[in-house]
């Protein structure tokens, strides 16, 4: 069965995320003032075969811990669509 | 009051997406064959301040509309977190 799985992957809460605030201060000079901070990260959708979800989770954890995400500065959650 | 509200951003559903297809083969040579699609898309979290839900939501609405998202190759999608 065809499992939709998403992936989350932000910057770590700790760390400061530049590309966020360079779009927080895009959005400022726009006019949006009432946007206070901004966080960036990558949103993937993932479809994996599998026949179970936990098969299909723990494909998706693999895919985040060996390549989606970089865990120095990243983290990543997943949450199974369907 | 501060609102947290979650703009994803993916590429548009009938367009190709490089990127995805790059890490699927990545994936794919790291043992991963049971992915069948991968989809990269940013996921924005931004801290809003609003005095209610209609107007943190039509903040981030505007923010999407403007800055966010390209609308040729990328649609938009908010979900008010807390």
């Given at each position: 069965m065809l499992y939709n799985v998403q992936v989350k992957v932000m910057p770590l809460k700790n760390l400061l995320d530049p590309q966020g605030k360079a779009v927080q201060n895009g959005l400022s000079s726009l006019?949006?003032?009432?946007?206070?901070d901004v966080r960036i990260g990558k949103h993937i959708t993932l479809q994996i075969e599998a026949i179970s979800e936990e098969e299909a989770k723990s494909a998706a954890d693999e895919a985040g811990k060996k390549l989606?995400?970089?865990?120095v500065m990243e983290y990543f959650e997943i949450e199974l669509v369907n």
């Open positions: 006019g949006l003032n009432n946007i206070k989606l995400a970089n865990p």
